[in-house]
């Protein structure tokens, strides 16, 4: 029998790559497009804007949102020098927390091992290094979530 496919809650700043990331395990075409509001894609994903954990005053409406999600999934840019997320922030949602490198196509090791670094401070229990780009770091990623 299948394992049932996890409901997935993308978080993490603007331009870190969570709806390509969205794009890309759905198999669509890669196209930017920013993301406005909370919006849930082929029913398992809960894609979320940037600006709700930029902005402490909307991370309420995460904490609302992953009420849905079965995994929470912390999105961190390999080439963005900052973390957005506060130290243990995985442990304000009462669900299971995993982190997602993106972009390691165009990062190094030493930006890829500080990404890492960023998500375990975050506490992610697990950490995937992907490119949505080369499609890097997927089979894991999706095994984990019992996509495909
Ligand atoms: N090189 C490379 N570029 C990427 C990758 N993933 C995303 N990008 C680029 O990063 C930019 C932002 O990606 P988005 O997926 O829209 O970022 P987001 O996290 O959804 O941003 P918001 O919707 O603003 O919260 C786009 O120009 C993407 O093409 C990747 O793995 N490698
Ligand atoms: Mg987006």
Same mark, same amino acid.
């Given at each position: 029998?299948? +394992? +049932?496919?996890?409901?997935?809650?993308?978080?993490?700043?603007?331009?870190?790559?969570?709806?390509?990331?969205?794009?890309?395990?759905?198999?669509?075409?890669?196209?930017?497009?920013?993301?406005?509001?909370?919006?849930?894609?082929?029913?398992?994903?809960?894609?979320?804007?940037?600006?709700?954990?930029?902005?402490?005053?909307?991370?309420?409406?995460?904490?609302?949102?992953?009420?849905?999600?079965?995994?929470?999934?912390?999105?961190?840019?390999?080439?963005?020098?900052?973390?957005?997320?506060?130290?243990?922030?995985?442990?304000?949602?009462?669900?299971?927390?995993?982190?997602?490198?993106?972009?390691?196509?165009?990062?190094?090791?030493?930006?890829?091992?500080?990404?890492?670094?960023?998500?375990k401070n975050a506490g992610a229990s697990k950490i995937f290094i992907t490119s949505s780009v080369d499609g890097s770091g997927?089979?894991?990623?999706?095994?984990?979530?019992?996509?495909?």
């Open positions: 029998m299948d +394992k +049932k496919k996890k409901r997935i809650i993308l978080i993490g700043r603007s331009t870190a790559g969570k709806t390509t990331l969205c794009q890309y395990i759905s198999k669509e075409a890669l196209r930017y497009r920013k993301t406005q509001t909370v919006e849930v894609l082929n029913k398992t994903m809960i894609d979320t804007p940037g600006e709700y954990l930029e902005r402490t005053g909307y991370r309420g409406a995460l904490q609302v949102s992953s009420v849905d999600a079965d995994v929470i999934v912390l999105v961190q840019d390999a080439t963005e020098q900052d973390s957005m997320f506060p130290p243990a922030y995985a442990s304000s949602f009462a669900k299971p927390s995993i982190g997602v490198v993106t972009k390691s196509d165009i990062a190094d090791e030493s930006q890829i091992d500080r990404a890492v670094l960023h998500l997927f089979e894991d990623l999706l095994e984990y979530l019992n996509y495909d």
